[in-house]
C-alpha cells in the first residue's frame, strides 16, 4: 500500500484501511454479488482517500467516508454498465429505445446495516472448501486483513506476480462455483468454521516460525493473524476453539520479543527473558481461554485450540523456565493425542514427557513416531538432539541437531542447530534428506 511514514496523513490512511478494509469489502460483496467489483470499488476508495484526505483532512469518521465512496463508485459503475448494455441493444435491434428507461442500479445506498455479519461472511467466503489450503490463507490476507498482493506474496517467498495469479484464480474458482456471502449452518457451518480457524493458525504459524528465508520469524505475519483470530472472536463469541485459537496465538505471539538476541539469533523457550514477553497479550490469552473453559464447563464441546491454550498457558503461568509444570503439561499432550492424533502432536507430547519424567521418557514417546511420516522435516531429529544431549549420549545428540540442520530450509533454525550440534560435540556426516514438510510446532524443544 503506497504510504510514507513521515506523512501523518497517509498513516491515517493505512490505519483506516487496515482497520476497516474487511468490513468495506464485505458489505461490497454483499451488496454486488462480486468479490472482483466489490475489492476494486474498495480501493477506489482508498485511492480517493489519499488523493483527497491530505487536502481536507481525515474526516472524523473514516469508516464511513469510505464506505460512502465505494458505493458511489458502485453506483456509477452499475450506471455505466446498464447505459452499455442499453446501446449495445440499439445497436443489434437497429432501433432506438427511447430515453425514458432508468438505470436499473443495485440500492446499494440503503445497504448499510449488518456490517459485522458480512466480516464474518467474507471470512467463510475466503476459506471456502472449494479453494486450497494455500489459496484461502492468499485470499483472507488479502480480502479481510487488507493487506496488498506485495505483502502476501512476502509473507509467503514468492513474486508479487505469482502472488496475483494465484489469488486471481482463488477468485475466479468461488465465481464459477457460485458461492454466495452467507453463512453456513449446521454441519457445514462447522466444517466451514474449522477451515477458517486452520486458516488462520496457518497464517500464524508461518509467521511465528517461517518454513524458510533468512529470518527465522515473520511477526507481521503472525500479527495479521492474531488480529484475524480476535476478529473471528467478536464475531463468533460462544465458541470455545474460537477463543481457544485466540488464546493460543495471544499467548504463543507474546514471546516475539523475546525470541531473538540482539544479534538475531533465535532463542529458545527456555532461555528467553521472561520479562520481555508482552504482558497485553499474556493477559488477553488467558482471559480468552478462561472464556472457553467457562463454555466448556456447560458442556460445549471443545478441541485441538483450547488444549493448545492450555498448553501454552502453563508456559506463561511461570514466572521463570524452571517454575513450569511440565507434569501438567505432559498430561495435556497426552489429552491432545488423543483429541487430535498426529505425529507433530507426538513429538511434542516427547518434549513434554521427556521434561516431565526424563528423557527416556521422552525417547520412548519419540520412538513410536513414523519417521516417514515427517520425512524431510527437521522437527523429529531436532527433538531428537534434545533427549538424546538430556540423557547424556552428546555424540548422538551432535549427530541428530547436524540431521535436523541440513534438513531446514530456514536460516535462523539452522544457526541455532548447528550451534548445539558443535556444542555437542563433533558429529559424524550422515547423509542429507531434501525438502521438508513441516508441521505446527513449538519452541520447547
Known sequence: MPADPTDDTSAAVTAAWRAESARLVGALVRMTRDVDLAEDLAQ???????????????????????????????????????????????????RARGGGEEAQVPDLVDQVDHIEDDVLRLVFLTCHPVLTPESRAALTLRLVGGLTTAEVARGFLTTETTMGQRISRAKKTLASARAELELPTGEERTARLDDVMAVIYLIFNEGYTATAGADWMRPDLAAEATRLARMLTDLVPCEPEVLGLQALLELQGSRTAARLSPDGTPVLLEAQDRTQWDPLMVRRGLTALRAASRLAATGTPVGKYFLQASIAAEHARAARAEDTDWARIAALYDVLARAAPGPVVEVNRAVAHGRAHGADAGLAVLDAVDPSALAGSPLLPSVRGDLLERSGRRAEASAAFAEAARRTRNEGERTVLLRRAAQSGPPPLPAAEPGDDRGTDSDEG
Not at 474526516?59 to 460512502?68: F, G, R, V
Not at 452499475?78 to 452499455?84: F, V
Open 44 to 94: 477506489d476508495a482508498l485511492v480517493a482517500a489519499l488523493e483527497q484526505w491530505p487536502a481536507t483532512g481525515v474526516p472524523d469518521n473514516p469508516s464511513a467516508w469510505l464506505m460512502t465512496t465505494a458505493k458511489r463508485r458502485g453506483v456509477d459503475h452499475y450506471r455505466r454498465a446498464d447505459a452499455l448494455r442499453r446501446k449495445v441493444a440499439e445497436l443489434e435491434h437497429g
